[in-house]
Every structure is written in C-alpha cells, then in structure tokens.
C-alpha cells in the first residue's frame, strides 16, 4: 500500500495545531518566582518617581514662595531659612537623579536646572545687567550657565545676600531664579503624573508609544541608575580630585561647594539609587524594586550589591566635613569613596545589566 | 586514476553548465537588500553616527590606512554603494556592480573595528563571489557550488561554534536574552523558562549545523526550508539584528534547486490547460550543452579561498584561553550570536618624568557605539590606549604609561577583570599573537 503523501493542506492544519500548543503550554505555565518586570515598572513608577518629583515641584515651589517673601521684607533672619528651603529642592534633586530619563531629557531640563561648576563672573554680570523687573521670560532666555539651583546656591549662600549694597538687584533675581526652578519642577512632576508614570508602569502595552516593550521600560531604568553612579565617579569626585587632568584636588569644581552640601548631595544620589533598586522605603525587605528582580534571578548577586551599597555610604559618610577641605587634606578618603562608587556602579552596569538583558544584547546598528 | 586525470574530471564537473535561475534570483536578491540595507543604513543616521561623527576610528590590525573620507565623502561614498547595488539587483553589469559594491562596502567595514558584525563580513565575502561569478544563459557548477559551500559554511561553523559549555550545559546567553522578552506575544511566558533557553540552545546548534544538508536533501528540503525561515523571521523578531534575517533567508535559497525560481514562476502564474505553450524568453532558455572545464588558476582562486574560509573559523584553537572572552580568533568566523558581554573600561595615563596620573573615561571621546564594543574587546582597548599614548605624545607628553582597569561580565558570569592592570598597554603591539595580558575569564 502506497505511503500516504502530506498534502499542504495537512501542513497547515499541523503548524497551526502547534502553534496553539506553544500557546496553551505558554499560558499555563507557573509564573517565574519573584515579582514581574511589570510590577517593578509600576512600582517605581507610582512609589518612586512620582512622589519623588512632587515632592521636588513641592520644595521648589515653598522656596520660591519664601525668597519672594524674603526679598519684599529684606528680614535677615529668614536668610537661614531660604538656604534650608535650598537644601531641601537640592536634596530632591540629587534623589531624583537615579532617574534622570522620560521628561527630564525629553524637556531638556537638566541643563536648566543644573549647570556647574558655577560660573560667578557670568552670574554677576546678569544681574548687572538685568531689567528693573525681572519676568520669567528673561530668566528663560538665559543661558543655562546664569540659571538654576547651582546659580542661586551661589547668591543665596552668600554671607552678605540680604545686606549687600546691591540686594534689590540681587535678591529679585535670585527670586526670579527660585520660580524658574519651581516651573520647571512642576512641568517634570506634571509631565510624569500620570502620563509618563502610566507610560512606565504598561511598557509593552499595545499602544504604548513611549515604551514598546517592559525591556525597554527597564533599560530606561537601569540605564539611568547607570548614568547617575558615573556621574558620581567622573563628574562629582574625579574632577574635583584632579583625577582627570593630573592635577592637585580643586575644590572650585565640588558639586554644592558654596552651601557645603556636596557630601549631602552624593548621599542623596545614593538614597535615589536606593529607592530605585529596594523601592520606595530604600531599605531591604520585599518592595519590588530592580532589586527584587535580580534577587528572583541570582540572589548572590543580590547580596553583593547590598554588601557595596553599604561599603559606598559608608565611604561617602566617612569623608570629613566640609568636603572642600577634606578633598585636599584627606584626598585618601574621598578617594576611596570614589572607588567604592565605581565598584557599586560597575555591577550594576556589567552584572545586572547583564543578568536582566539591559545591555543591549546587541549592537544597536544590527547585531547578528 | 592519475593525478592530473582526476583533476581535469574534477575541473570539466565543475565547469558543467548548470541552470543559472537560482543564482540570477540571489543576485537579485542580494543586490536588492544591500541596496535596502545602504538607505535604511542612511536614513537612521548612521553614516554620520560612525564615519562622520567619530573623533578616533578602531582601525583593524594592517588596515590603518583605510580612513573615512573627509567632509561628504562618507555620504558620496554610501550614495555610489546605493547605485552599484541597484545595479547588481537589475543585473546591469552585474560583475561589475558586484565588484564595486564589494570595495565599497568591504572599505567602509575596514574602517572602524566598532562596525565589525558577522552579517556584514558575509555580504564582503558574497559580493566578492557574485564578482567572480560568469552567469548568462547558462553558469557554471563551480559557481552555484561556490556560493552554496559558502552559505553553508556559514551555517555550518555558526553550528560548530554553539558546541561548547556555555551554549549547551548552560543555556547562554539564549538564557538571558530569552527572558527579556517575557512579554513577546504568545511565547513571551515560555521564553522566561529556563528549560526553554536549554531547548532552543540545543534547537539552534542542530539547526546551524543541519540546515545545509537538509536544505540540500530533496525529501527535507520542504521542513527545512519552513524551519530557516521561521527560524530567521523569530530571531529577527526577538533581536535587533536589522537585515541579518532577510540576508540568511535569501542567501538559504542558494540551496534549493537552481531553477527553483523557474517552478516558482510557473506556480504563480499556471498556464491555462486550454492554451498553448508560451514562448520560453530567451533569458531562462533552456540550459546550453557546451561546457568548458574550469581552468587551473580558477580552480585554484577557488581553492585558496575556501582554504581561507574553512582556516578562519578554526584558528581560534591556536590561542590559549576561551575565545569568548578573549575575542582571540573571534571575528570572520561565524561565532554568531554567542556571547552576551558587556565591559567598563577606565584608563590609567602616568607620566614617568612628572609622575602625575590622569584617569580617562573613553566614553567622553567615543560614540555610544565604539564605548560599548571596545569595553570588552581586549584589541580595541589596546588601540585606544596607543590612540592616548599618542596623543598624550602629540601634546608634548611623551612616553606615558597607559594601563586598563577593564571590567566585563560574559554570559551570565560574575564581571571579573579582563586586562592586567599592570601591564603598560603602550608598549604592547597589536598583532595577530596572541595576548598575555587578558586574564582568564572567572
């Protein structure tokens, strides 16, 4: 008897029966231990970033209302309190460094809102040169060297802000400087509630143009925890240590030298790489942040990030204060506290990219 | 039978005229998607992202004076490719074409080690075939073996590269890259398995290493021919790997029967049973009788070029180590899609006579791209470090000392170092030696 022959007919019928299979075995699978990439992406999303920038546009907001106060009352006493009111918008800042992707650089607003080392001589030639009435529209068409926090850090900590022969020009613009910041604070928290949060939290969904996938939600998360680390080591530690240029340490070119907050602003960092990757509270014990991920996958990994974390704040906490001596008479510890950031950042660029498949698998340019 | 005998039978089988439809097809075809690759190449930017833009190049071993031409020259340079390619897709001069495409492209793949992928090496070998290939009304058997052996080749090595420990004991990286595509539609769940990755690890090497051979034999060809594409169109689905699958399917074709093309055409297009027979066009005229053996020197060119091809993929076993990590032997040998590697390399210059020590991030002065590639390819980091030796030189520095602090995570492994840390760079030649200062991979 003749072998009956597969007719195409009975191909398709079979690639579609498993096809259906694959399906079936696919969704009655048990899902894979820990939470989801899902999960984690709304968590960050709804518990991190977004009360994270309200709380920026919040402190923005207060400062602004307190230095046009100050500046109508010309009240010494209050000097004090706009240099906390500073500190605080600062230290938001620096938590929400660790994630520094979606309206942040869709918006442009990093240069905006941080540009240093300060630039005194351009700073003070604005304000010589600034119109009576100073209106959001100037502070807008400033270049990024004349405004932000890091400008009004520099006026505001001056010992002699409310006295100085010219404080009605100072004072109004630094007060011009504090609502810009706090507009565009607002338009950062604006722009992640809801709609960049709810982006973040459905990556993948159909629909979603912002993120195609929840790979490409994460990679946006893991490559801005990246990005903050590095500019921790180069930026806030190598420059001013004269590491780049063989030179002796500069403390000129110390983040937040003229409030003497930089030791402050390198722990906020890594309280926002905290938050980021053990969720909202920062602290271990179960909250689906990008740790939670790496735990389900390779808990010793995990543990060594945990184990740096600590070894880096503890680093950073042990620097003497104020910071821009300790960078000259105590360059070991700075040193070190670099190091120990650099080792924190290199597991999170090489193994936890590379355990959740951040880094681009491929080349951008087709891989094969 | 003698020696020359059996050679002049060997020469007389392979000038046998065969049946040029299916070459004719994947010249076509070929030229059709380099033409498709050189626009959306331009249109995504990337002309200027790697020729233009770059401050410094990762000139290959040798090849130093291949350099981007100057001002529009790059664009001029991918406008001349484009038409070459057009050409060789409507087979206008089609040797020609695919000779001038072969040295524009492969010129433009020899400047800067950062664009080095597997699929462009194979469209500088294919083109290089196409240019010494004679199709008219009839080709030669040596033809259409030569691109096939090369496509098979590719395959096949591909199969034989994914014989190893990482590949089949531990499922990388298909472990890693599977589970980041737990939301891919339908399979997304089963990707996140690892038994999953173990199946389709295991699937991969016995597809790489059968498919020629399935492709060739008549009563597999069918299932074959359904599991290449499908297996191209998945892992273009899942990767970004571009026009890596439309390149494997085309070029998969080349072993089908050569006029597959023909019965292509007549299934799309029956003739009535009422009708009498077309006039057959006298370009797929029935394949002419003459033949002319295959002279000695082409015999030979064929020889030394397939020596070359079956040398490359192999010549990683004259370096010690773990090729994967040590990128020793590497590239121009089909180790496809085997490693998921990511580094952080930072540079320490030192000044002998001042004894100061500058620290370089290369990120500040390279491409997204170029940073990415040379953090864990032990040569490039060389080259950079010579690139700042010599500029350190070139601002009246000379004689610094360069060392890596080069870090990189391989296949799912804890990162470890990759350089010695001790060692000056900046003495140390590139070559084709092998390397003593990357150290063991943990």
Redesign the interface.
């Known amino acids: 008897m003749p072998t009956p022959r597969l007719t195409c007919p009975s191909r398709h019928v079979l690639c579609a029966l498993s096809l259906g299979t694959l399906a079936l075995a696919a969704g009655c699978l048990e899902p894979a231990e820990g939470p989801s990439r899902r999960e984690v992406l709304a968590h960050l999303a709804d518990a991190v970033i977004v009360p994270g920038q309200a709380r920026l546009a919040s402190d923005a907001a207060a400062l602004a209302d307190r230095l046009a106060a100050v500046c109508v009352a010309y009240d010494p006493a209050l000097h004090a309190d706009v240099q906390a009111a500073w500190r605080a918008v600062r230290a938001d800042w620096s938590v929400a460094s660790a994630w520094a992707f979606g309206p942040v650089a869709t918006q442009m607003q990093a240069g905006p809102l941080d540009f240093w080392p300060v630039r005194v001589d351009t700073i003070e030639a604005k304000i010589a040169e600034a119109p009576a009435k100073i209106d959001a529209a100037y502070i807008d068409a400033l270049g990024t060297s004349a405004k932000g926090m890091p400008a009004l850090e520099y006026l505001l900590f001056t010992p002699d802000f409310l006295d100085a022969p010219d404080r009605a020009r100072r004072c109004p613009y630094a007060s011009a400087l504090a609502a810009d910041i706090a507009r565009r604070a607002e338009a950062l928290s604006s722009a992640w509630d809801p709609a960049y949060a709810a982006a973040l939290a459905s990556a993948g969904d159909d629909g979603s143009d912002i993120y195609a996938s929840e790979q490409a939600g994460l990679d946006a998360v893991v490559n801005a925890t990246i990005e903050n680390l590095y500019r921790m080591v180069k930026d806030k530690l190598d420059r001013p240590l004269g590491n780049l240029t063989g030179s002796d340490p500069d403390p000129e070119a110390l983040e937040s030298r003229f409030s003497g907050t930089t030791r402050d602003d390198l722990e906020a960092n890594l309280r926002g790489f905290a938050s980021v990757y053990l969720g909202a509270d920062g602290e271990p014990g179960g909250q689906p942040g990008l740790g939670a991920l790496v735990a389900a996958r390779d808990p010793a990994l995990d543990d060594r990030i945990l184990a740096q974390h600590g070894v880096a704040r503890d680093a950073i906490a042990s620097v003497p204060e104020p910071f821009s001596k300790a960078i000259v008479e105590h360059r070991g510890d700075v040193q070190r506290a670099r190091d120990e950031i650099d080792a924190l950042r290199r597991l999170i660029k090489l193994d936890v990219a590379s355990l959740l498949g951040v880094t681009l698998m491929l080349s951008d340019n087709d891989g094969d | 039978m003698s020696g020359p005998a059996a050679l002049l039978r060997l020469r007389r089988a392979l000038g046998r005229p065969v049946d040029p439809a299916s070459l004719r097809a994947f010249r076509g075809m070929f030229g059709a998607l380099l033409l498709v690759s050189v626009i959306r190449f331009a249109a995504?930017g990337?002309i200027a992202a790697?020729y233009v833009e770059p401050a410094y190049h990762f000139p290959y071993w040798g090849f130093a004076w291949v350099r981007a031409w100057p001002g529009v020259g790059m664009y001029l340079h991918f406008l001349a490719l484009a038409g070459a390619a057009l050409c060789l897709a409507l087979g206008l001069r089609p040797r020609l074409a695919a000779l001038a495409c072969f040295a524009l492209f492969t010129y433009a793949e020899l400047i800067d080690r950062a664009?080095y992928?597997?699929?462009y090496y194979l469209v500088s070998v294919l083109l290089l075939l196409l240019a010494c290939i004679p199709i008219g009304r009839a080709a030669p058997a040596w033809a259409l073996y030569a691109v096939r052996l090369q496509v098979g080749l590719v395959y096949f090595f591909a199969g034989v590269a994914k014989l190893r420990a990482d590949w089949l004991l531990d499922a990388q990286?298909l472990r890693?890259?599977l589970?980041?595509?737990?939301?891919f539609p339908?399979?997304?769940?089963?990707f996140?398995?690892t038994e999953v990755a173990y199946v389709m690890s295991w699937a991969g090497a016995a597809f790489d290493l059968g498919a020629p051979f399935l492709l060739l034999y008549r009563r597999t060809r069918p299932f074959a021919l359904l599991a290449v594409l499908g297996f191209h169109a998945l892992t273009g689905a899942l990767?970004?790997?571009?026009?890596?699958p439309w390149i494997m399917s085309s070029a998969a074709l080349i072993l089908l029967p050569p006029d597959w093309p023909r019965r292509l055409l007549r299934r799309l297009r029956p003739v009535p049973a009422d009708s009498s027979p077309a006039p057959v066009p006298a370009d797929i005229s029935p394949v002419p009788a003459d033949s002319r053996p295959l002279s000695r020197i082409g015999l030979a060119a064929l020889a030394l070029h397939f020596g070359v091809q079956l040398a490359l993929p192999l010549r990683h076993h004259l370096y010690p180590g773990d090729h994967g990590w040590t990128e020793e032997g590497f590239r121009f040998a089909w180790h496809?899609?085997l490693v998921?590697?990511?580094?952080?390399v930072?540079y320490r210059?030192r000044?002998p006579a001042?004894g100061?020590?500058?620290?370089?991030?290369p990120?500040d002065a390279l491409t997204?791209?170029q940073a990415?590639?040379m953090a864990f390819q032990p040569d490039m980091i060389l080259s950079y470090a010579h690139h700042l030796a010599a500029g350190f030189a070139a601002r009246g520095v000379p004689d610094v000392e360069v060392r890596a602090d080069a870090?990189?995570?391989y296949n799912?492994r804890?990162?470890a170092r990759l350089i010695d840390p001790n060692v000056d760079l900046a003495r140390e030649r590139d070559g084709l030696a092998a390397k003593p200062w990357i150290l063991p991979p943990p």
């Open positions: 995504s990337w790697q664009t992928l597997n699929h990286p890693i890259w589970a980041a595509h737990a939301d339908v399979l997304g769940p089963l996140a398995r990767f970004p790997i571009g026009m890596f496809v899609m998921e590697k990511t580094g952080v930072t210059v000044d001042s100061r020590t500058f620290v370089v991030h990120e997204v791209q990415r590639q870090f990189v995570a799912g804890p990162s």
